[in-house]
DNA sequence: CGCATTTCCTGGTAGC
DNA sequence: TGCTACCAGGAAATGC
């Protein structure tokens, strides 16, 4: 998405934005003030979108930043979606241009900060290195790792050792290296920290290469589908045989999310304790 | 602070 | 056919 935006809105000046059916709160926080700026680049941290702006009274140079997650099903397009529009944003220039953000479940975010001003953006402010940046190195990756009795996958999904890794990636990383998603971080041998390092950036770089995964609904600012779908391993293969071993691929629930593995090429951890969630009494709401 | 759990949201679908 | 219940999961909020 950012290759897509890059050549598309650098340089150009915010004419008009607007919310449209997006609810009041951080999520859509700062839009009004959004005309006027400039798009200086379309840069990217992990999941998150980020272009610098610069404003039109602005002196010091870069003084906003427009942030963009597309959560679960946000979408950003170059024609107005069928439904769910959450933002639309008029651009000037030799051709002028409408940007448009659909969002059918509402977990993406378009917001409008100072610059560096993640403060109503946790994971933002506490993000690690991208994971397709040299900065994502082995040593630093090791020292993340290191001492966390924290399941190396739910550790993952937190972007702080490394940002960009999502479910579906680390179940296909996890499963490419041999490793239980639920092993504590720091009892990967040095050889495993190594190979799971490769093999993040492996993923993600043969995934960019074929433009994503389209589960259901994701689709470039083109409107093309990605087609790394075709190339997972593990995720939503459950039941099925595992490409390396035969053995059937299994599902479970790690962090409350939907995990894939082959139960004999990534052997789970001894289970320490019996987890009280596993027999709680299901919540009163709903 | 660190970590675990809960919450937000809607479309699709399983089950009856 | 039509209804209900449940599932999918990014990150923020909340709980301890």
Known sequence: MRRELEPWL????????????????????????????????????GKFLIMPLRGPASTAGVDAELIVHLGMTGVVRRTPPPGHLRVRVAFDGLEPATLYFQDVRRFGRFTLVSAGDY?????????????????????????????????????????????????????????????????PARTLSRAQVVALHGAVIDVLEESVALQGTTLYDYRTVNGEVGSFLERLAVYGHDGEPCARCGTTLEKLVVGQRGTHVC????????????????????????
Not at 128 to 150: I, K, M, N, Q
Not at 276 to 286: D, E, G, K, L
Request: hydrophobic share 40%; net charge positive.
């Open 10 to 45: 650098t340089g150009r000046t915010v004419l008009a934005a607007e919310r449209v059916d997006a609810p009041p709160g951080p999520k859509y926080a700062g839009l009004e003030g959004l005309p006027g700026h400039r798009i200086e680049a379309v840069t990217r941290r």
């Open 119 to 183: 403060r109503s953006l946790p994971t933002l402010a506490s993000l690690g290195p991208d994971a397709l940046d040299p900065a994502f190195t082995v040593g630093g990756f090791r020292r993340a790792l290191a001492g966390s009795e924290v399941a190396i996958k739910p550790l993952l999904l937190s972007q702080r050792p490394v940002a960009g890794v999502g479910n579906i990636y680390a179940d296909e990383a996890l499963w490419r290296v041999g490793v239980h998603p639920l092993r």
């Open 263 to 286: 139960p004999r090429c990534q052997v789970a951890p001894r289970r320490r304790r019996t987890r009280r969630a596993a027999t709680r009494v299901p919540s009163r709401t709903r």
